[in-house]
């Protein structure tokens, strides 16, 4: 089961990240506002949210165990 997780944050966060890149932060684009606020800015501010989350599942999923070697 853990793998499958694993594979699937890994995927959700490179699409994420190449999906904002590619699609969502192009230049000159204003709208749509969001409480008047600027699309890019929401649009970055949920992207970032998201891998945030999607890092704190992994951390809960695979967490760090110190290894016995010295």
Known sequence: MKPKIWQFLV???VILTVGSFAFLFR???DG????NI???FWTSFIVSILIVLATYLGSIFFTHQE???K
Do not use: G, Q
Request: net charge neutral; proline share 12%.
């Open 11 to 13: 995927f959700s966060v």
């Open 38 to 40: 600027p699309f890019i």
């Open 32 to 35: 749509p506002t969001l409480w």
């Open 67 to 69: 290894s016995n070697k």
């Open 27 to 29: 230049e000159n684009l």
